[in-house]
């Protein structure tokens, strides 16, 4: 069973940073990716960044530029930096699990709780 721990999000003004962290455990395969993907009101899911046990990283466009996804290999754990904040950003954002490096731009096979983060004046 993978199970997460995530943490970070919450809100911020425009043009502010945030760091999302996830750490997950019980994942059986040896090649996988674990990012994060988003979920605002009203639209679909999209997959916002990942990064593979390979080390290839995927980053949506509307973010590239603006969020590093990185991995501390001693913790375990995945962190998503998130600066240049916009309105727009404003979603669930869930940390999942890729077991295919090519599903990093949709929905994780695996997922956490999410968190919120919210980007407002």
């Known amino acids: 069973q993978v199970q997460f721990v995530e943490s970070g999000g919450g809100l911020v003004q425009p043009g502010g940073s945030l760091r999302l962290s996830c750490t997950a455990s019980?994942?059986?395969?040896?090649?996988?990716?674990i990012g994060w993907f988003r979920q605002a009101p009203g639209k679909e899911r999209e997959g916002v960044s990942c990064?593979?046990?390979?080390?290839?990283?995927y980053y949506v466009d509307s973010v590239k530029g603006r969020f590093t996804i990185s991995r501390d290999n001693v913790k375990n754990t995945v962190y998503l930096q998130m600066s240049s904040l916009k309105p727009e950003d404003t979603a669930v954002y869930y940390c999942?699990?890729?077991?295919?490096?090519?599903?990093?731009?949709?929905?994780?096979?695996?997922w956490g709780q999410g968190t919120q983060v919210n980007v407002s004046s």
């Open positions: 999942g699990v890729f077991l295919y490096f090519g599903r990093c731009p949709r929905v994780g096979d695996y």
């Open positions: 019980g994942v059986t395969s040896d090649y996988y990716a």
């Open positions: 990064i593979s046990t390979s080390d290839d990283i």
